[in-house]
């Protein structure tokens, strides 16, 4: 469990998040939508200790974030930053570096890492791309890889910062059934979402920020009846019943996409 | 056969400290051992050729310590030292470059760029201004010079929490300032120009044991360092946000680098001059070759460093003796083709960004 307790943070003298206190329950997924500039990313860069805190506390199980040092947030926490850039080496490599919060000076893999490394891939389906250099790889494969990655590292917690850019539909489909895996294992997930349709059927609590602050918590259920997408974006998400669960669709002005 | 394959081969060899097994990793060792060899044979060569010639029979019975006054001292007071400085020399900018290129995450980078060629360059001039005019006062000079830019450089990285861009554009901005300096002590001094000239040209004609034995000292310190620390040179190459969502302090482990880098090339500046091309198409040629992994690229840069910087030198003191050309020129006049003929003609890489 992930307590946000009124975090303040930003960069230079006036700050961009703003007293956001937030629970990010165990083993579910949690959502943070927001509008661009809202402060999504900045609070999960004050939340892993990136960017220093104005104020306020972050408490993983208990334990506050000050007192951790980076390897050990990186043991609790695995984060798949938002731009992530190509580096030149294969993907087995890539996700075997997954390993490096445990290893201490002179850091080298050992024998389990490369077993764990392999896991990982395995889980992810990707066992085959070992070999395959980053910069050869589709955005989905290398997104794949990533996420392999933060599997790798085995932190109860995965954060990614909004995952599904530069993934088509295909792609993005495939990634919700692999966010519900992943909380099925008893991984607690926290996304940032710009597809709040995608965040409404795959989590288990949306967060909507606006100018730094929370504006509302809840159920996706809850979201959708307090009407929190239109204030937000002036987008409204309405909500159907079929035989096979609850649907959602747009409105704006009187029409629906 | 597959990485998973590779991997159970792996696991019932239970050998530790490859990083993966199979055609890589065989590849990679012939890689090294194919660059050793040439090295090997650049220095050998270089210790045999030259004015006077000697059998690599011959040599190993000199080196042994058997007879021949005059011949053993051209080996020990003239071969053996310029053979070692070139090949430490080759070695330590090569491995300067492709830390920096890494770790700057920039393919332009190299030791000038971050102003240590232009710090020791101003030590120079300054002691030559000064009118002391040693060799070894000149090399320790150059070395002053080139560790005060360290400094500054350890100084304004901490400042800027190491930002790449911010590193090289201040390396820049360093670079100017220390050469409008230089640039004005020569004007009013125009005898430090011609003093000065031999080092800003850059070779290996007056090394002796005095001037190399200090520097080879600190670059093996910094190989040795440098060497433990591949994995979190790997890991900084990976961006700034991934690094540190894996635990790596990227500020300070950049800075760690910066500093070795600058290290690693003022000792060699020290010595031989100043030699900049080599820092930026060693390791571009040797990544095409071994990848971008740093338990790799490290090694094979020091040897393709050593091995390509002895040549140069060899055939600049052959090719037309008695006189000498100096090794920066030939080092260009045979690096740069070479190196445009990859860039042409290697597939893959960066080709297309």
Same mark, same amino acid.
Request: some cysteine.
């Given at each position: 469990?992930?307590?946000?307790?009124?975090?303040?943070?930003?960069?230079?003298?006036?700050?961009?998040?703003?007293?956001?206190?937030?629970?990010?329950?165990?083993?579910?997924?949690?959502?943070?939508?927001?509008?661009?500039?809202?402060?999504?990313?900045?609070?999960?860069?004050?939340?892993?200790?990136?960017?220093?805190?104005?104020?306020?506390?972050?408490?993983?199980?208990?334990?506050?974030?000050?007192?951790?040092?980076?390897?050990?947030?990186?043991?609790?926490?695995?984060?798949?930053?938002?731009?992530?850039?190509?580096?030149?080496?294969?993907?087995?490599?890539?996700?075997?570096?997954?390993?490096?919060?445990?290893?201490?000076?002179?850091?080298?893999?050992?024998?389990? @890492?490369?077993?764990?490394?392999?896991?990982?891939?395995?889980?992810?389906?990707?066992?085959?791309?070992?070999?395959?250099?980053?910069?050869?790889?589709?955005?989905?494969?290398?997104?794949?890889?990533?996420?392999? &990655?933060?599997?790798?590292?085995?932190?109860?917690?995965?954060?990614?910062?909004?995952?599904?850019?530069?993934?088509?539909?295909?792609?993005?489909?495939?990634?919700?059934?692999?966010?519900?895996?992943?909380?099925?294992?008893?991984?607690?997930?926290?996304?940032?979402?710009?597809?709040?349709?995608?965040?409404?059927?795959?989590? @288990?609590?949306?967060?909507?920020?606006?100018?730094?602050?929370?504006?509302?918590?809840?159920?996706?259920?809850?979201?959708?009846?307090?009407?929190?997408?239109?204030?937000?974006?002036?987008?409204?998400?309405?909500?159907?019943?079929?035989?096979?669960?609850?649907?959602?669709?747009?409105?704006?002005?009187?029409?629906?996409? | 056969?597959?990485?998973?394959?590779?991997?159970?081969?792996?696991?019932?060899?239970?050998?530790?400290?490859?990083?993966?097994?199979?055609?890589?990793?065989?590849?990679?060792?012939?890689?090294?051992?194919?660059?050793?060899?040439?090295?090997?044979?650049?220095?050998?060569?270089?210790?045999?050729?030259?004015?006077?010639?000697?059998?690599?029979?011959?040599?190993?019975?000199?080196?042994?310590?058997?007879?021949?006054?005059?011949?053993?001292?051209?080996?020990?007071?003239?071969?053996?030292?310029?053979?070692?400085?070139?090949?430490?020399?080759?070695?330590?900018?090569?491995?300067?470059?492709?830390?920096?290129?890494?770790?700057?995450?920039?393919?332009?980078?190299?030791?000038?760029?971050?102003?240590?060629?232009?710090?020791?360059?101003?030590?120079?001039?300054?002691?030559?201004?000064?009118?002391?005019?040693?060799?070894?006062?000149?090399?320790?000079?150059?070395?002053?010079?080139?560790?005060?830019?360290?400094?500054?450089?350890?100084?304004?990285?901490?400042?800027?929490?190491?930002?790449?861009?911010?590193?090289?554009?201040?390396?820049?901005?360093?670079?100017?300032?220390?050469?409008?300096?230089?640039?004005?002590?020569?004007?009013?001094?125009?005898?430090?120009?011609?003093?000065?000239?031999?080092?800003?040209?850059?070779?290996?004609?007056?090394?002796?044991?005095?001037?190399?034995?200090?520097?080879?000292?600190?670059?093996?310190?910094?190989?040795?360092?440098?060497?433990?620390?591949?994995?979190?040179?790997?890991?900084?190459?990976?961006?700034?946000?991934?690094?540190?969502?894996?635990?790596?302090?990227?500020?300070?482990?950049?800075?760690?680098?910066?500093?070795?880098?600058?290290?690693?090339?003022?000792?060699?500046?020290?010595?031989?001059?100043?030699?900049?091309?080599?820092?930026?198409?060693?390791?571009?040629?040797?990544?095409?070759?071994?990848?971008?992994?740093?338990?790799?690229?490290?090694?094979?840069?020091?040897?393709?460093?050593?091995?390509?910087?002895?040549?140069?030198? &060899?055939?600049?003191?052959?090719?037309?003796?008695?006189?000498?050309?100096?090794?920066?020129?030939? &080092?260009?006049?045979?690096?740069?083709?070479?190196?445009?003929?990859?860039?042409?003609?290697?597939?893959?890489?960066?080709?297309?960004?």
């Amino acid at each position: 469990m992930i307590e946000l307790k009124s975090v303040s943070a930003g960069y230079g003298k006036c700050g961009i998040v703003h007293d956001v206190s937030l629970t990010i329950p165990e083993g579910k997924v949690t959502a943070l939508i927001g509008r661009n500039g809202s402060g999504k990313s900045t609070l999960l860069k004050a939340m892993l200790g990136f960017i220093p805190r104005s104020g306020g506390d972050i408490l993983f199980n208990g334990i506050p974030l000050n007192r951790m040092s980076r390897a050990e947030i990186a043991r609790e926490i695995a984060y798949l930053p938002q731009g992530k850039n190509v580096p030149d080496i294969s993907a087995g490599r890539m996700v075997l570096h997954g390993r490096f919060p445990y290893l201490k000076y002179p850091r080298k893999y050992r024998e389990q @890492d490369f077993v764990i490394a392999e896991d990982a891939m395995r889980q992810m389906g990707i066992s085959g791309l070992a070999q395959k250099r980053m910069a050869e790889l589709s955005g989905g494969m290398r997104q794949k890889v990533y996420i392999a &990655m933060a599997l790798a590292q085995q932190a109860p917690a995965i954060v990614m910062d909004e995952p599904t850019t530069y993934l088509d539909i295909g792609e993005q489909f495939k990634f919700a059934g692999m966010v519900r895996q992943l909380s099925e294992s008893g991984k607690t997930v926290l996304l940032v979402l710009h597809d709040i349709l995608l965040a409404l059927k795959i989590s @288990d609590q949306v967060a909507a920020m606006q100018q730094g602050r929370i504006l509302q918590c809840g159920t996706p259920g809850e979201m959708v009846d307090s009407n929190v997408t239109g204030r937000l974006y002036g987008v409204a998400v309405k909500s159907f019943r079929t035989d096979r669960g609850v649907q959602y669709y747009y409105e704006a002005d009187g029409e629906s996409l | 056969m597959g990485w998973k394959k590779r991997m159970q081969g792996r696991r019932n060899r239970k050998r530790n400290g490859e990083v993966q097994g199979g055609w890589r990793q065989r590849h990679w060792r012939l890689l090294l051992g194919g660059a050793c060899l040439l090295s090997l044979l650049a220095v050998c060569s270089s210790l045999c050729l030259g004015n006077v010639n000697f059998s690599p029979a011959r040599l190993v019975s000199l080196l042994a310590g058997s007879g021949g006054g005059m011949e053993r001292s051209i080996i020990l007071y003239a071969r053996l030292p310029r053979t070692l400085a070139a090949s430490f020399a080759g070695a330590a900018l090569a491995v300067s470059g492709a830390v920096l290129q890494n770790v700057l995450a920039n393919k332009l980078a190299s030791p000038g760029i971050i102003g240590v060629n232009a710090g020791a360059g101003l030590g120079v001039t300054l002691c030559c201004a000064f009118g002391i005019l040693s060799g070894g006062a000149v090399s320790f000079a150059a070395f002053a010079g080139s560790l005060a830019t360290v400094f500054l450089i350890f100084l304004f990285s901490s400042r800027t929490s190491a930002s790449k861009t911010t590193v090289i554009l201040g390396g820049v901005a360093m670079n100017s300032v220390l050469n409008a300096i230089c640039e004005s002590v020569t004007v009013l001094d125009t005898d430090v120009a011609m003093l000065s000239i031999d080092f800003r040209v850059g070779g290996f004609s007056a090394v002796s044991y005095t001037r190399l034995v200090p520097a080879m000292v600190l670059i093996l310190l910094a190989f040795g360092v440098l060497f433990t620390l591949c994995n979190e040179l790997d890991v900084v190459t990976l961006g700034d946000e991934t690094a540190r969502g894996i635990g790596l302090s990227v500020g300070r482990y950049r800075m760690l680098f910066l500093v070795l880098a600058a290290l690693l090339a003022g000792a060699a500046v020290s010595f031989a001059g100043l030699l900049g091309f080599i820092g930026l198409i060693v390791p571009h040629f040797v990544r095409r070759f071994a990848g971008n992994e740093s338990g790799r690229f490290l090694p094979l840069c020091v040897v393709a460093g050593a091995g390509f910087v002895t040549f140069c030198d &060899m055939v600049s003191r052959l090719l037309f003796a008695p006189y000498e050309l100096p090794v920066g020129i030939l &080092m260009s006049v045979i690096g740069g083709p070479v190196f445009l003929f990859l860039l042409v003609r290697h597939k893959g890489g960066h080709r297309y960004d």
